[in-house]
């Protein structure tokens, strides 16, 4: 493929993935969004895969094919209640890809370039790896978390907030020594900065509660996309600057609204201070009183009711119970009755959770058009 073509050919994956997010933001274009977003990416590898410096054919045909083969049974095993641990593992992929890439371009790394072109570099391959280990083990104790391996409550270690400042000081003081040491020396601090960088992943991401697993999706979503940035920055590829660029930018645009819904401090949360009340916003006071009821007034509620609002939630995530709320829903539609799905940003497991369970349940998109 010449490299005009090649050009045109990732402008024109560009705006399938810009479309694909547009239409991602309204639940009656998603299906559309899903397909642009599908089109972009088999032009975007079809015209890389076709580049004159591509060779081995054999070998990318095989890895393709198993993971077009593990995708397929994903996406047909994988039940909705189960995406947000699936979505997890997909951000720890993004976040290894980047380690290893990292690695891969020092140990090739060309030394004939332009001392600032090297120097430039380096500092690609060191923010690669950083960005994408913690990525990774971030992602797999969020995978974790909801898959019930780990412990859904937050865990705590003594003096936290000063273990992950020392991780953060060597950091620094490692890519110093990584940008000043001679070729081949700098692999040492590259290592060990990565295994130090992997332990913050964990230590953040452990230091939140199950309730709290949206943001952090959210968050891991977006740092992904700043990993496959940065990978972009290493292999000299503008795709993959674009899309990780348009990944991490939206992922924080729907981190930082989701912290507002949950009357969080959006660096807070960027740095795992949170899950405990810390960055939390000032204390809003609760109008009104709770009102007990039983089963049966429940009941009598909503036959003597013409207008119904479904509040639902992370207990309605973790009791699979949106079947019984869709034949609820059903009821009351087919008593005339106006049913209504009052959705927080941040509730379920994940950002867009509860569409996708009500989505899963058969409940219509009317009832849910228009849902904070």
Same mark, same amino acid.
């Given at each position: 493929?010449? !490299?005009?073509? @090649?050009?045109?050919?990732?402008? =024109? ?22 397909? #642009? ?29 198993? *993971?077009? %083969? ?18 997890? &593992? ?16 020092? &140990?090739? #790394?060309? &030394? ?11 500092? !690609? ?66 290592? %060990? ?12 991401? &452990? ?62 949360? %960027? ?5 405990? *009340? ?10 009104? !009183? =709770? ?9 009598? @509620? @909503? ?70």
């Amino acid at each position: 493929m010449s !490299e005009n073509l @090649l050009f045109v050919t990732y402008v =024109a994956a560009t705006a399938l993935f810009i479309f694909s997010i547009g239409g991602l933001s309204k639940q009656e274009t998603a299906t559309r969004g899903n397909v #642009l977003g599908i089109l972009g990416m088999v032009a975007a590898f079809g015209a890389t895969a076709l580049r004159p410096d591509v060779t081995g054919y054999g070998v990318l045909l095989v890895v393709v094919s198993i *993971g077009i %083969i593990l995708g397929a049974i994903a996406a047909a095993k994988v039940p909705l209640t189960s995406l947000p641990q699936m979505v997890g &593992l997909f951000n720890s992929f993004v976040g290894l890809a980047a380690v290893l890439i990292a690695f891969g371009e020092y &140990l090739q #790394l060309d &030394l004939t370039l332009p001392p600032l072109e090297l120097f430039i570099h380096q500092l !690609e391959i060191y923010l690669g790896a950083f960005i994408g280990i913690i990525t990774f083990t971030g992602s797999v104790i969020a995978f974790a978390k909801l898959e019930g391996l780990v412990s859904s409550k937050p865990i705590f270690l003594p003096g936290r907030n000063w273990v992950n400042l020392g991780m953060a000081i060597a950091t620094v003081v490692l890519g110093v020594q990584f940008m000043t040491a001679v070729y081949p020396q700098g692999l040492l601090p590259l290592g %060990i900065m990565t295994a130090i960088v992997a332990v913050l992943g964990v230590h953040l991401v &452990l230091a939140i509660g199950g309730a709290d697993m949206p943001v952090v999706i959210s968050i891991l979503n977006c740092y992904s996309g700043w990993a496959s940035t940065a990978t972009g920055f290493m292999l000299s590829n503008d795709l993959l600057i674009v899309t990780g660029t348009l990944v991490g930018s939206s992922g924080m645009i729907l981190s930082y609204v989701m912290c507002k819904a949950m009357n969080r401090s959006f660096v807070n949360v %960027i740095f795992g201070g949170f899950g405990d *009340g810390v960055g939390a916003g000032p204390t809003q006071q609760i109008q009104g !009183e =709770a009102t007990p009821t039983t089963v049966e007034e429940t009941v009598d @509620l @909503l036959r003597d009711a013409r207008s119904v609002i479904i509040v639902p939630g992370y207990g309605m995530a973790v009791a699979q119970a949106q079947h019984p709320v869709a034949d609820i829903t059903r009821m009351l539609t087919n008593r005339g009755v106006q049913v209504r799905f009052a959705i927080h940003p941040v509730a379920g497991r994940m950002p867009g959770h509860m569409n996708v369970l009500l989505a899963e349940s058969k409940i219509p998109y009317v009832y849910r058009s228009g849902n904070g």
